[in-house]
């Protein structure tokens, strides 16, 4: 793992179908896109409702507000493709040596711009929900319009995990907070960081069962790290990078029930 982690991601381009979800509110991900061709829309996540924020096109940028925040916030908006549509995705370590070479100043006046920008987002998404309920009550909706088939769901879940380059005798304990078809809540006890790394972007293996009782196994890769929220533990928000077939089906159900 440590043999990788100077190399930087190649930049990729993504084909997305019309509908396709493209970033989910609420996961962890520090990914950047830029559209190619199409467009995607972007909207808050409000019980069943979708707010929309803004419609983008060809040549402009999406996720750049977790970039600068080192991904240490879950994704603050959803997006979704309105037509067919291909990104360019660039990892932020091909952007962060020229990010730190800009003059602190600009730096600071650029963070002030998104922190105003994430806030402002919200409040057009406080206000339009509370439009379309004046607005809206009681009107029926076209079938499938607008409405999600998966959602994030909270857990208490016990599970076993270890780093995808140590031995499979390796078992550490922890517990899923949350979970989603883009990734998982971890929290951990901080020991666990004392005998194996526990930094952004180190990767692990995850075993658990579901409150169905079906198992789930997969690989993650850490996106964030907190400590403040109980003491004597970390909470990891974690990418999901790799799961098989049926076992991404099973989630599904699951996220769907």
């Given at each position: 793992?440590?043999?990788?982690?100077?190399?930087?991601?190649?930049?990729?381009?993504?084909?997305?179908?019309?509908?396709?979800?493209?970033?989910?509110?609420?996961?962890?991900?520090?990914?950047?896109y830029k559209i190619v061709k199409?467009?995607?829309?972007?909207?808050?996540?409000?019980?069943?409702?979708?707010?929309?924020?803004?419609?983008?096109?060809?040549?402009?940028?999406?996720?750049?507000?977790?970039?600068?925040?080192?991904?240490?916030?879950?994704?603050?908006?959803?997006?979704?493709?309105?037509?067919?549509?291909?990104?360019?995705?660039?990892?932020?370590?091909?952007?962060?040596?020229?990010?730190?070479?800009?003059?602190?100043?600009?730096?600071?006046?650029?963070?002030?711009?998104?922190?105003?920008?994430?806030?402002?987002?919200?409040?057009?998404?406080?206000?339009?929900?509370?439009?379309?309920?004046?607005?809206?009550?009681?009107?029926?909706?076209?079938?499938?319009?607008?409405?999600?088939?998966?959602?994030?769901?909270?857990?208490?879940?016990?599970?076993?995990?270890?780093?995808?380059?140590?031995?499979?005798?390796?078992?550490?304990?922890?517990?899923?907070?949350?979970?989603?078809?883009?990734?998982?809540?971890?929290e951990v006890g901080s020991k666990?960081?004392?005998?194996?790394?526990?930094?952004?972007?180190?990767?692990?293996?995850?075993?658990?069962?579901?409150?169905?009782?079906?198992?789930?196994?997969?690989?993650?890769?850490?996106?964030?790290?907190?400590?403040?929220?109980?003491?004597?533990?970390?909470?990891?928000?974690?990418?999901?990078?790799?799961?098989?077939?049926?076992?991404?089906?099973?989630?599904?159900?699951?996220?769907?029930?």
């Open positions: 793992m440590a043999a990788n982690q100077g190399k930087i991601p190649p930049i990729i381009r993504l084909n997305y179908k019309k509908g396709d979800l493209i970033i989910k509110q609420g996961d962890y991900g520090v990914s950047i199409g467009k995607v829309g972007i909207f808050n996540e409000g019980g069943d409702r979708e707010i929309p924020l803004a419609t983008l096109g060809r040549g402009e940028i999406i996720g750049e507000m977790t970039f600068l925040n080192r991904g240490t916030e879950p994704r603050s908006a959803s997006v979704r493709a309105l037509e067919d549509s291909e990104l360019e995705v660039w990892h932020p370590s091909t952007l962060i040596k020229e990010y730190e070479q800009m003059p602190p100043i600009i730096k600071y006046i650029v963070n002030q711009v998104i922190k105003r920008l994430v806030w402002m987002n919200q409040l057009v998404g406080k206000f339009s929900a509370k439009k379309e309920q004046v607005i809206d009550k009681g009107e029926k909706k076209e079938p499938g319009a607008s409405r999600r088939i998966y959602y994030r769901k909270n857990l208490d879940q016990e599970c076993v995990y270890r780093p995808v380059d140590s031995s499979p005798k390796v078992r550490l304990g922890g517990r899923i907070k949350d979970i989603s078809l883009q990734g998982v809540g971890l666990n960081a004392i005998s194996f790394s526990h930094k952004i972007g180190d990767r692990f293996y995850i075993s658990m069962v579901l409150p169905s009782g079906k198992k789930l196994d997969f690989k993650t890769k850490i996106a964030s790290v907190r400590s403040d929220r109980a003491p004597g533990m970390l909470f990891l928000g974690m990418q999901l990078t790799d799961i098989s077939g049926e076992h991404n089906k099973t989630l599904g159900f699951f996220l769907r029930s």
